[in-house]
Each structure stands twice: as C-alpha cells, then as structure tokens.
C-alpha cells in the first residue's frame, strides 16, 4: 500500500536555506530603484546626518540678513534702492571684508541714478560677488534653461557673477551640493582663497551630498541695518578677511501657505521644523567645500553585494530557528548595519543606505520562521494522521443517510465560530505532572461537560486542539439563529463550569487535596466561512476555513488581556441585540491590517444593578468616543464612573487609563483613530 502522508528529509535544509536566500536577494535587489525606496533612503540619511554634524572648527564666513529688524529699521518696502546696497558694500568694504557676495539677482534695472551709485561701490570694493540664476522657458516645441545674469553695468564695474540657483529632491528637500562648476558658493571660496594666498577649490563633483551643520542660524550672523554701521552696532573687526554672504533672511516656516522666498527644507526641518535661509545654505556649501565633508553615494556594486552578504550571513545565523534568540540576532544585526552606516557617513564621508541590508534582514528573519513553522506543521500532521478522528452526532447521521457526500469539497456559508480554552492550563498540567492519567480525566471532564452545553444549543464541535475546544454553528444543518445560540452556549458553559468546579471542590476536600478550579476564555466571530470535507482522498474532516475563523480564535486570546470572560466580533455583536453586550476596542489583530470593532458578552457578574446599567452603558460609549478622538479629561471622567460602576471590568478601564497616561506625554500621531495594535496573538 502506498504511503501519501508527507515526509521532510532531515538534510535536505541546507538546500532550501540556499533557495530562500537567493529569492530575498531577488525580491529586495530591485528596490533600489523605486521611488518609494529612494523617500525612505533620503529620510534615514535625515536622520544620520543630523545626530552628529561635523561642525567646524571655524568659518571664514559670516552672514549678513535682510530680516525683519532690518525692514523696521529702514522703514522700507521691499525692493529697497540701489544706493542702500551700495552704501552696504562701501562699509563691508571698509571693514576689511575679503568677499562680498550678494545672493540678489540685479537682472532688471532701476533708475539710471540708483544703478549708476550701486557700480560705483562695486567698482571701489573690488571684491563683489553677485547671483545669476538659472530659469526654463517652455515653448510648445521645447525647453530651454537659460541663464539670467545682473546687469552689464554691474559686471562692468568688476562684479563676478556665480549661480545661485539649488536643486531640491523629489520631497522638496535640499540634500545636494549644487554640480555648478561657476555657483556662488565655490566663486566666494575661490575669490577668498586667491585673496589669501590658497590653493583653490578642485572642480565640484556630481552627485554628493551636503553635511548640514545644524538648523537655521547656525552660522555667524548679523542683520542688515547692523552692517550699515558697524561702528555702531558691531564689535571691532567682525568683517575682517571674511565671506560676507548678503540676502533675505525673513522668518522661516515649513509651511507652504506662509513660506518666504529664498528659503529651503533642510534634514534639520524634520527635527525643528524651521526653513533655512539661502545666505545660510550657501554658506553650508561653501564649507563643505572648503573642508571636503559633501558625502559621496556608496558604489553602486556596493548595495546588491552587501545584501547579498547580509542575507547570507542572517540565513546561517536563523537557520536553527528560535524566536527569541533568532529576534536579539535579528536586531544587533540590524543595529551593526545602522552603526556601519553611520560611521561611513560621520568619518569617511561616504553613504551607503542600510534600507536594502534591514530588509534583507527583517525578510530571513521572516522567512526562516516560515520555514520552521511549515516543518513543525507538518510534523504535527503526520503525528495526527496516526489517530482517528471522531465527528460530530448530527454530521454522522447526515453522512449515515448519504455517503456520496465522502469527498473533498466545500460551501461558503455565514457562520459562527467559537474558541474556548482553558486560562493557565500551564500551571494546571505542572500540577498534575507526576499524575497524568488524572489530568486527562479532569480534562475529558471538562470536554464533556462543554460539548454537551454546544451540541444543546445546536452546535458541531470541530476539534479539540490541546486544552481548547473549536466548534461552529449554521453547519452541516441551517441555523438562523447561529450567533444567538453560539452566545447562549457561552453564557451557559459559565454556568456549567461553575457547577463543574463545585464538582471538582467537593471530590477533592473528600480526598484530602486542594482543589482545582477551571477558568476559560471564549471568543466568537460571526462571518462567510468554507466549510466542507477537507483533506486527502484518504483522509479528511468536516471542518471550516476562512479569515472569520482566525479572528475568532484572535478574540479568544483577548480574553485575558481585557480581563473578560467572552469577546464577540462586530457581527456577532450585531446579531443579538438583546444580549447585554459592551464595545472593548478598535483593534487591530495580529496577521491583520484592519482594524474590528470587539464586545465582551457580559456575564450576570460583570453587569451593574439594572438601574443604573443605562446610565453605565452611556458613560462607557463616552469614553470609548472620547478617547478615539483624543479627548482625555473627558475620557478619564467616563472611566472613573465607569470602573466604580463594575469593579468586575477594572481591567479595561485599567488599560484605558494606563494608555490615556502614555499619550498625554506626547503629541498625538496626525491619523490618530484609537486604534490599538495587537502586539501578540
């Protein structure tokens, strides 16, 4: 006779241990490529490249603002006359700067007076440095960059002109050091290191990445009104051989509807929401520049390499599967991969994003654990085709009367399903440990007297899997009434286990021994479920399948957590609307994205006295509404009455009030709905 069960060859690991590394290399490789990737690349480089700038030392460089001070100070609007800037440039010239450089685009002219004054102070300073800019002009037929230079008048004077112009990343983010091989920032440094006898600036390379030194107003500064005069205003000196890099410097502010010309998202915004000023990107550029800290991008062998490594070296390291060993693998991996990264942009000046290498390991770490789940399924099912299965009386007898219906097949049906177990059966089986065969028959009690409460109420009893009881209504035979009568049976396997503990109490003070008492958690959920003969063509059971099933075994397992005997799904909540039932939680169980509504089925104890249970039942949808939409006075107010009302529900109340303190510590997240995400099944 041929043997169909399934067999897992002891050594045949290795090999598959190969396929999965080779197949998370080939899903992540690609990544690199996609748009959604790259936000992230760019939001971890964020991150690095503020917790630890390299700061300089010193700066040749010193900022001059046209600010708000400076606005009420000259009692002008914007654009101020040419003579003020002239005025500006024969003081900074006069206090010994050794470049001036104005991030202002003189290209339209102005009166032939004011111009004529500006040329005049150029032409006595020698050392000015004016902005170009670079615009597109779209015709129907192409695109053209052309570049808008300041007036010839100026340039006649001996003003040089560099391009201020910066390019921002897809997320309006500027992280790039301008390619210009003429910007503003390399002509000031290049016009400062010929005024002082250094060796000048090689040519700016593509493609690197700027270190930003801090947020906004992070480098010398002074206001414009200040440097009209110095001796008043300033200390002795402060110009002296300096970059003065002169332009608007008005209040920034990431927001879009309120922000101000010249001003630019930095890494630093995500950490103080502020804009920085251009005077002060370019004089970021400039010292990166000067001190060659721009970080250049990894090569790029360099990501599907390392993840390649990586993979490897996680494969081995999970391949004996344990979770909480393979976790604390998992996370210093992750942690040394970060710190790598980390140290290579902060020392060596070079980026090379961890996002593929985490994934790399978060996904062996994933699919390991697969593997090892599927092995010890299929071990556990090659142990139970050993044994024969029993089904239910109402599914024999309809089997009996048609045995056409022994085949593989299922329906979809709307069903109620229940999970009941019993709570620290652990601690009970360590009782019982050197007295087996009276834990199987307090067990086989216990099954006994469940079943019978289910089969009452017309349900089929799927499977015992360990200390748990799976069953379901609405099948083989039609249920209207399913949902109603799998939570009368619930309320109803309470009351035999109290007798059945009373039972056990009595037996045991007979005999001398400290009695048992049996507790359980039950969790039913109503939805479409496939129910049918399933198995192989020489085994099979009468059992069901579906999402439904999974939630309602989730819901079981909630049980403790809520400190309830009985959770309901929203459906089954739904379809007994005489039943006392109470919302616990939008929640969001684990294997699952979307959130449920969940109910306890309140039994006699968990209930107040029926007159104030209006009253307690208002109070508590209160504090369910206020705490989702972030209202926590409000809340604490309808759980304080409430946890008075029924100390029999303080574990609820008791875990409202401990979040409602952990959020009152910090802001809100921007999509707050009060959903709480299960951490465990």
Same mark, same amino acid.
């Given at each position: 006779?041929?043997d169909?069960r399934?067999h ?6 290795g ?6 590394a ?5 899903i ?9 990737f790259?936000?992230?690349d760019?939001?971890i480089?964020?991150?690095?490249s503020?917790?630890?700038p390299?700061v300089?030392?010193t ?7 046209i600010?708000?001070?400076?606005f009420a100070?000259?009692?002008m609007?914007?654009p101020?006359? #040419? ?9 900074l010239s006069s206090?010994?700067a050794a470049?001036?450089?104005?991030d202002i685009v ?6 032939d ?5 500006l ?6 300073a020698?050392n000015?440095l004016?902005?170009?800019d670079?615009?597109?002009e779209?015709?129907?037929y ?6 808008v230079?300041?007036?010839l008048?100026?340039?006649?004077a001996?003003?040089?002109t560099?391009?201020?112009a910066?390019a921002?990343?897809n ?5 790039k050091?301008?390619?210009?091989q ?6 000031a440094l290049?016009?400062?290191?010929t005024a ?10 593509n493609?690197?990445?700027?270190q930003?030194?801090g947020p ?5 500064y002074?206001? +414009?009104?200040?440097?009209l005069d110095?001796?008043?205003?300033l ?6 051989n300096?970059i ?6 008005v209040?920034t502010?990431?927001?879009p ?5 010249d001003?630019?998202?930095?890494p630093f915004?995500?950490v103080?929401?502020d804009?920085?000023?251009g005077?002060?990107?370019?004089a970021?550029i400039l010292?990166?520049?000067?001190l ?6 990894a090569?790029?062998f ?6 390649a490594l990586v993979v490897?070296?996680s ?7 344990h ?6 693998s998992?996370l210093?991996?992750?942690v ?5 990264s ?5 020392f ?16 062996s +770490?994933i699919g390991?654990?697969g593997?090892a789940f599927l092995r010890e ?7 139970k085709q ?6 239910s ?7 009996a009367s048609d045995?056409?219906q022994?085949?593989?097949?299922g329906?979809?049906r ?8 019993i ?13 087996p065969?009276s834990?199987?028959?307090?067990m086989n ?19 015992y899997i360990?200390?748990c009881?799976m069953?379901?209504?609405?099948a ?5 009434n399913?949902?109603k009568?799998a939570c ?5 396997m309470?009351d035999?286990?109290d007798?059945?503990n009373?039972e056990l109490e009595?037996e ?18 109503t939805?479409l479920?496939v ?14 399948l ?5 939630l ?7 049980t403790?957590k +809520? ?13 007994v609307?005489d ?5 616990l ?5 684990k294997?699952?994205v979307e ?5 306890a089925l309140?039994?006699?104890n968990e209930?107040p006295?029926?007159q ?16 989702? #939409?972030g ?5 604490k107010?309808a ?7 029924v ?10 009030d401990q979040r409602?303190?952990e959020h ?5 997240p921007e999509?707050?709905?009060g959903v709480?995400?299960?951490k465990?099944?």
């Amino acid at each position: 006779m041929t043997d169909t069960r399934f067999h897992i060859p002891k050594n045949s690991g290795g090999r598959s241990h190969q396929l999965l590394a080779f197949c998370i290399w080939l899903i992540l490789a690609p990544f690199g490529l996609l748009p959604g990737f790259q936000l992230v690349d760019y939001r971890i480089f964020d991150i690095f490249s503020t917790l630890s700038p390299p700061v300089p030392e010193t700066t040749p460089v010193i900022l001059v603002g046209i600010d708000e001070p400076s606005f009420a100070e000259l009692n002008m609007q914007w654009p101020w006359p #040419r003579e003020i800037h002239g005025e500006l440039i024969d003081s900074l010239s006069s206090a010994g700067a050794a470049v001036i450089a104005l991030d202002i685009v003189f290209a339209e002219p102005s009166t032939d007076e004011s111009d004529h004054a500006l040329a005049e102070s150029i032409r006595r300073a020698g050392n000015v440095l004016l902005a170009s800019d670079l615009t597109v002009e779209e015709t129907a037929y192409l695109s053209q960059l052309i570049r808008v230079e300041p007036l010839l008048v100026f340039l006649d004077a001996g003003a040089n002109t560099g391009v201020a112009a910066v390019a921002l990343d897809n997320d309006g983010v500027m992280r790039k050091l301008p390619s210009y091989q003429d910007g503003f920032a390399i002509s000031a440094l290049r016009a400062w290191q010929t005024a002082n006898g250094f060796s000048l600036t090689r040519d700016v390379k593509n493609h690197r990445l700027l270190q930003f030194f801090g947020p906004s107003h992070s480098y010398p500064y002074v206001s +414009y009104y200040q440097a009209l005069d110095p001796d008043n205003f300033l200390p002795p000196g402060i110009f002296q051989n300096r970059i003065v890099i002169v332009g608007r410097s008005v209040k920034t502010t990431p927001d879009p509807s309120a922000r101000q010309a010249d001003t630019f998202a930095t890494p630093f915004t995500l950490v103080n929401n502020d804009l920085m000023a251009g005077i002060e990107v370019h004089a970021t550029i400039l010292d990166n520049l000067r001190l060659g800290l721009s970080a250049k991008p990894a090569p790029g062998f360099m990501q599907p390499a390392g993840l390649a490594l990586v993979v490897l070296i996680s494969i081995f390291l999970f391949r004996g599967w344990h979770p909480w060993l393979g976790g604390i693998s998992a996370l210093i991996i992750m942690v040394m991969i970060m710190a790598n990264s980390f140290a290579l942009l902060r020392f060596e000046h070079i980026w090379l994003s961890p996002q593929l290498y985490l994934g790399g390991v978060i996904l062996s +770490y994933i699919g390991e654990g697969g593997m090892a789940f599927l092995r010890e399924r299929l071990g556990r099912r090659r142990i139970k085709q050993a044994f024969n299965r029993y089904l239910s009386p109402v599914l024999v007898e309809q089997l009996a009367s048609d045995p056409s219906q022994l085949r593989l097949g299922g329906e979809t049906r709307l069903m109620t399903i229940m999970f009941c177990d019993i709570r620290g059966f652990t601690t009970l089986s360590e009782r019982y440990k050197n007295d087996p065969e009276s834990l199987v028959h307090l067990m086989n009690r216990f099954f006994t007297a469940m079943t019978a409460v289910i089969h009452k109420r017309d349900g089929t009893v799927d499977k015992y899997i360990g200390d748990c009881i799976m069953a379901f209504w609405n099948a083989p035979l039609t249920d209207k009434n399913h949902a109603k009568n799998a939570c009368s049976a619930a309320l109803e396997m309470f009351d035999r286990l109290d007798s059945l503990n009373d039972e056990l109490e009595r037996e045991m003070k007979s005999q001398g021994l400290e009695p048992v008492r049996i507790d359980i958690g039950i969790g039913i959920n109503t939805g479409l479920c496939v129910v049918g003969n399933i198995g192989s063509d020489l085994r099979f059971d009468y059992s069901v399948l579906g999402d439904c099933v999974n939630l309602a075994s989730r819901l079981e397992g909630r049980t403790k957590k +809520y400190g309830v005997g009985i959770v309901i799904g929203p459906e089954t909540a739904d379809a007994v609307p005489d039943f006392d039932t109470l919302e616990l939680d939008l929640l969001a169980v684990k294997g699952k994205v979307e959130a449920e509504r969940i109910f306890a089925l309140l039994r006699t104890n968990e209930l107040p006295d029926r007159q104030n249970l209006q009253e307690f039942a208002v109070r508590h949808l209160k504090m369910i509404e206020a705490y989702r #939409r972030g209202d926590w006075p409000a809340a604490k107010t309808a759980l304080k009455y409430c946890r008075t009302s029924v100390p029999a529900l303080a574990t609820i109340y008791d875990i409202y009030d401990q979040r409602i303190s952990e959020h009152e510590k910090s802001a809100l997240p921007e999509n707050w709905t009060g959903v709480n995400t299960a951490k465990s099944k």
